[in-house]
């Protein structure tokens, strides 16, 4: 951990609470520059520019510029693994990861229940429950997310299909129609071929819904809905999807799910009995009685 980061920790106590939010995102994003403006950070934080530079003087800075150079001077390029919860450390004991690892996700699914916006939420459930069919599309880490979700509407009945390469998501884009959903996964918001697949079934008249950590990113531009997941929990690209922005996704999942389980009702209900009947008969391979 840099000097850094170990001062705004000692100082956490005495900050306000609009401060600690400041100080909650450079320890979340402690190996990551702040190439961005004092306007920018004041816009993701929802605080004003006041309070950023009130925080820098509160940590005895002078100023913003003086926080980007102690940020960039805390860097660990070497040692820092990327894309896993700050708090965990290579030298930790497994007893230490485990707990650590409970903690950062239970704190980034309430983070992420905290911060749902219920009436796009609800509008994802409604267009699907209502969706001739449903594409889902995910590339990489997102494609995991892509297919826990075919999985759970498939088996509920729904007529669903995942594509996760990004030739089969153009293709099949383009072939959408009105009355059809586009579900697109990519928590950076710029995976190019899910953000492609995004605008092609957009133009071919399908509800398009993002999921995603960023509400400002090309994916959340290019869909009707976005289904975020807090900022903090953003991938580092290329390095792997980040475990918390992966428990969120799958959270979000399971509420679409769940809304569109109780929405359709008696339907999904017959389904889901019919395709447990089906795997008890046909795929029981050690013949458990079910």
């Not at 929802?46 to 805390?74: N, P, Y």
């Not at 749902?116 to 939420?121: F, G, I, K, Q």
């Not at 699907?128 to 997310?145: D, P, V």
């Amino acid at each position: 951990m840099s000097e850094f980061i170990q001062h705004l920790q000692a100082n956490y106590s005495t900050l306000r609470k609009s401060e600690k939010k400041i100080a909650d995102y450079l320890q979340l994003h402690a190996q990551e520059r702040l190439d961005f403006s004092i306007t920018e950070l004041a816009r993701r934080l929802k605080v004003s520019e006041t309070t950023v530079s009130r925080f820098c003087r509160v940590i005895g800075l002078q100023g913003f510029q003086d926080l980007k150079l102690s940020m960039a001077a805390s860097l660990n390029r070497v040692d820092e693994f990327k894309n896993i919860p700050p708090t965990i450390h290579e030298g930790d004991a497994t007893p230490e990861i485990g707990r650590k690892l409970s903690e950062s996700l239970a704190g980034s699914l309430a983070k992420t229940q905290q911060s749902l916006n219920v009436e796009d939420m609800d509008h994802a459930i409604d267009a699907i429950a209502k969706a001739r069919q449903t594409y889902l599309y995910g590339i990489g880490g997102s494609a995991i997310i892509a297919h826990a979700a075919h999985h759970l509407f498939t088996k509920a009945g729904l007529n669903c299909v995942v594509y996760t390469d990004g030739y089969m998501q153009t293709v099949s884009a383009s072939m959408l129609k009105p009355k059809m959903v586009a579900l697109c996964v990519s928590n950076t918001g710029i995976t190019k071929h899910v953000v492609d697949a995004a605008k092609i079934a957009a133009e071919q008249g399908a509800l398009t819904i993002g999921m995603t950590s960023d509400r400002e990113s090309a994916l959340a531009r290019a869909s009707k809905i976005c289904l975020a997941t807090p900022l903090d929990y953003k991938d580092k690209p290329l390095y792997g999807g980040a475990i918390d922005a992966k428990v969120c996704q799958l959270y979000l999942v399971d509420l679409l799910y769940l809304g569109v389980l109780f929405k359709m009702g008696k339907p999904l209900k017959r389904n889901l009995k019919a395709t447990a009947d089906a795997l008890g008969t046909y795929y029981n391979p050690i013949g458990i009685q079910l």
